[in-house]
């Protein structure tokens, strides 16, 4: 079967097509061809050398596929269900341990599901929402539940409060949907006015470009009635923190996410403790976080934006595509 493999040194000139075994699925295990992955951010940097992996790996996180053969024992999937990945295999629910979420991420310190076929224990994957394509569903283990679990695992959103979202990548588009579905207002910063034209069409309720404010964080509190924002969806780190605690309301919550601007930075200590502010840093989250959204989906009919979609020897081009920030939601590659 075709996958993807990366050597090392990591670069986008270093992935290549090979061919490899096939796997096949040992008891409580099942086998998935694989018809679609999406891209992350952490993706990128294990392919462009920001997260060094072993020689060899497979890269890639999100798959979606159907199940073709089932081991002894597997009680939730039979032959022809459409499943997806789970971004920790292992973390099923509760409080995570360091064993469930280090050392564990298909497509990083394991091999991951840019692969023709994939095996694995069937509590490593859900169930799809229904109707949705494997592009689509694939777009879901790693940027959706992240949303998912922000604002409502460790938000607990109710309708009528304020979520800002960062830019107009994956994470933040589920995030803008799903609070959108769950009667939230929402403030989306973007870099771009045609993309906050585009989220506006979406729903979202104010809009700030955060290259011509560079104060947005004091621009987007002045919008809520509650003097800041409630929920804040942080995915930019060091260089957004700052205008992040500027923007929430005192006893706001701040979803600490992602490193797009870098993985260490100043922080004003004193401003996040005079805002009594919640700041919860989170990884991904658990199946059960997954199976929620997949419940919630199937309620809300919510459907991912997709940018654009590659072939799996496109990979490194879909990775370019990524870099250059020109994307509006997902990229997929599809197989
Ligand atoms: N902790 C977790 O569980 C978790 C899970 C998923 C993702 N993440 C992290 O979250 C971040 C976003 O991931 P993603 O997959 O959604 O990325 P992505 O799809 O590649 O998003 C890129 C977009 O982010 C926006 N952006 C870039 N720099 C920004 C800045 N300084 N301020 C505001 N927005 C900015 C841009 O939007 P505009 O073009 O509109 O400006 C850009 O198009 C990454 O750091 C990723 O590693 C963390």
Known sequence: MKAVRLSNPASLDN???????????????????????????????VVTGGLPVDDGRIPMSDVAGEVVEVGAGVREFTVGDTVIGTFFPTWLSGEPTLAQTWGCIPGDS????????????????????????????????????????????????????????????????????????????????SSSDEKLDRVKAMGADHL????????????????????????????GGPG?????????????HISLIGVLTGMAGEIPTAAMMMHQLKVKGITVGTREHQQ??????????????????????????AFRHQASQKHF???????
Not at 112 to 139: I, K, Q, R, W
Not at 292 to 317: C, H, M, W, Y
């Open 15 to 45: 992935l290549a097509v090979v061919d490899i075994d096939k796997p096949s699925p040992q008891a409580g295990q099942i086998l998935v061809k694989a018809r679609a992955s999406s891209l992350n951010f952490h993706d990128y940097l």
């Open 110 to 189: 394991m091999d991951g599901y840019a692969a023709e076929f994939v095996c694995g224990a069937e509590t490593s994957f859900t169930h799809a929402p229904a109707g949705y394509t494997m592009e689509e569903a694939a777009t879901l283990p790693c940027a959706a539940v992240t949303a998912w679990r922000a604002l409502f695992a460790e938000g607990e959103l109710r309708p009528g409060e304020t979520v800002l979202v960062q830019g107009t990548g994956g994470v933040s588009i589920f995030a803008l949907q799903l609070a959108k579905a769950a009667g939230a207002t929402v403030i989306a910063t």
């Open 208 to 235: 700030i470009n955060y290259k011509t404010t560079p104060e947005w964080g004091k621009a987007a509190a002045a919008l809520c009635p509650r003097g800041g924002v409630d929920h804040i969806i942080e995915v």
């Open 240 to 252: 957004t923190m700052t205008q992040s605690i500027a923007a929430a309301r005192v006893g706001g």
């Open 292 to 317: 929620q959204l997949v419940r919630a989906l199937d309620n809300t009919g919510i459907k991912p934006v997709i940018d654009s979609s590659f072939g799996l020897d496109e990979i490194a081009d």
């Open 329 to 335: 939601g997902k990229i997929c590659l599809s197989y």
